[in-house]
């Protein structure tokens, strides 16, 4: 585990996200600790703004949490062990094969890859071949044929999927010729498998509504007081109430 102290009172400099490089290069679990931050005035502590900045430097190692803390007051340095735990239990996390491919399966069948070189990229089973970090192989026909989005996209459906959100984790892919067909898994693989992407789904459909209500927050819809003027009788009729949407 690397746990990259910045001091935050100088702002992230180029040698804080060097050092941040070492810890991916070394496929490292990692965590950011934004230290003095009793020293930032009310301005500088927007913690939204600091944090977006670590993640624009920071872009490799966007899976490693962050924690704003103040060594010299305490503030928040409990939080640093828990989080150290939990990082740890992503970093030796081992998924039943079965489930494994189910996943990359189910991932494959919804968004299919680009065709390469004219052959349609075909995914016969994965494995995970070691932890720390999770260490993933998938065979295919052509690993040439993988493009880097779809890798990507493999690797944003294991972490949302595993769940794996706060650990590097690696995937490559490998040459399979014949025809070996997705292992499967057994029934209570199927049945966790459903369970998660149930809970997903209904997570999405919370963070859609949610960003849809602020929306109509955002723009007052809900609070318009307005006029209908009716061409009959010339009367104005108000009416209160949201936009009439569709
Ligand atoms: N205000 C404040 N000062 C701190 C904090 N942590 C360390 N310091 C002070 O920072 C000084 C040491 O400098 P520091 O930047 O931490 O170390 P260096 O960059 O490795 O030399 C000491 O005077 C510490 O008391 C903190 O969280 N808040
Ligand atoms: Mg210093």
Known sequence: MALILIDADEGITDQDITIAGYAEDRGCGALFLLNKWDLLDEDRKDVK?????????????????????????GQRCHKILD???????????????????????????????????????KFFYSTQVSAKPPTFV????????????????????????????KTPIKLYFREKTGKMEFS???????????KKKQHLRKKDKERKEHSRKKKRAGSGDELGLWIFLTPLTGRAIPFSGPWPTG
């Open 49 to 73: 703004h600091y944090m977006e900045e670590l993640r624009f430097k920071s872009k490799f190692l966007s899976f490693a949490p962050a924690i704003t803390i103040s060594a010299l007051t």
């Open 83 to 121: 989080e150290v735990v939990s990082i740890h239990e992503e970093y030796c996390h081992r998924i039943n094969t079965g489930l494994l491919n189910r996943i990359i399966e189910d991932a494959v069948r919804r968004t299919e890859p680009s065709m390469h070189k004219g052959r349609r990229l």
């Open 138 to 165: 998938c065979f295919v026909n052509s690993p040439d044929g993988v493009h880097f989005s779809y890798k990507r996209y493999l690797v944003n459906q294991l972490r949302d999927m595993i769940p794996l959100k």
């Open 184 to 194: 499967g898994g057994s029934k209570e693989d199927e049945r966790i498998f459903q």
